[in-house]
């Protein structure tokens, strides 16, 4: 369980996140979600730890993360999978590279052990065999599903993941979405998907957090919208009164 409390972060002038409480909770998909610029990525990034909030909480399973000092973060960010929203794999090394990085960081796996976990993260995101190309010969929805395998290849126990849907087509943008599902199941993970694709918000969520201006707008279960259609959550989120 991750609970966040009153998170405030500025850049400069820029007051981005003004008082955000949620709570994220194991084994189920928890979807951030608001118009570009709102501060979603500036939560994901609070977080995880890459961001420092001037005011605020983040709890992991009662522990306070924000409090803690490098060292003592080290035992959560090693139970941290994360997608960023440009994918951000490196654009030197091979797709089994990029895989593996974590593990050289983290594990004590030995080089074969590292491989074979390279394989079944490839295997689960179906890409099978592409261990050796680079990141450069992959297309969009390919470079999505390496970052993916590279955020469960510690078994992750915290998924986040920003934006798995951009920039693709429909149909594999589905199938991201369904990946994501079961990789929450496997792992019994807790998962946050930063997104603005109301489509996610139908099919994926099992807890919905609208962001709007840096301010939390509406928080709720799927079931609470499922009544209603794309387009009218849509204008409800986009075009809402703030
Ligand atoms: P979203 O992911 O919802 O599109 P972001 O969290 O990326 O929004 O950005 C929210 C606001 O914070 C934007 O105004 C953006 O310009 C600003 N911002 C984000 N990251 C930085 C940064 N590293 N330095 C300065 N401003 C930033
Ligand atoms: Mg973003």
């Known amino acids: 369980m991750i609970e966040v409390q009153n998170i405030h972060k500025s850049f400069g002038d820029n007051h981005v996140l003004r008082g955000i409480d949620a709570k994220f909770e194991p084994g189920k998909i928890s979807l951030i979600i608001g118009g570009s610029g709102s501060g979603k990525s500036t939560l994901l990034k609070c977080m995880v730890g890459l961001h420092a909030p001037e005011q605020g909480k983040v709890i992991y399973n009662g522990e306070d993360f924000t409090r803690m000092d490098f060292e003592a973060r080290i035992p959560i960010r090693k139970e941290i999978g994360m997608l960023f929203q440009n994918s951000a794999l490196f654009d030197s090394m091979t797709v089994e590279q990029n895989i593996i990085f974590p593990l050289e960081m983290f594990s004590e796996m030995s080089r074969s052990e590292k491989v074979d976990r390279a394989n079944y993260c490839l295997e689960r995101v179906n890409l ?59 792992y019994q993970c807790t998962t946050v998907v930063v997104t603005h694709d109301m489509n996610s918000v139908m099919g994926i969520g099992d807890y919905i957090l609208f962001l709007y201006k840096g301010q939390k707008w509406w928080e709720g279960s799927n079931k609470e919208i499922a009544h209603t259609d794309v387009e009218e959550l849509n204008n409800f989120v986009f075009a809402s009164p703030f």
């Open 128 to 186: 099978a065999g592409r261990n050796k190309l680079y990141p450069a010969e992959l297309s969009g929805g390919m470079k999505k599903r390496v970052g993916i395998a590279r955020a469960i290849s510690m078994s992750p126990k915290y998924l986040f993941v920003d934006e798995p849907n951009s920039g693709l087509d429909p149909e594999t943008a589905i199938l991201i979405d369904e990946l994501i599902s079961e990789l929450t199941d496997e």
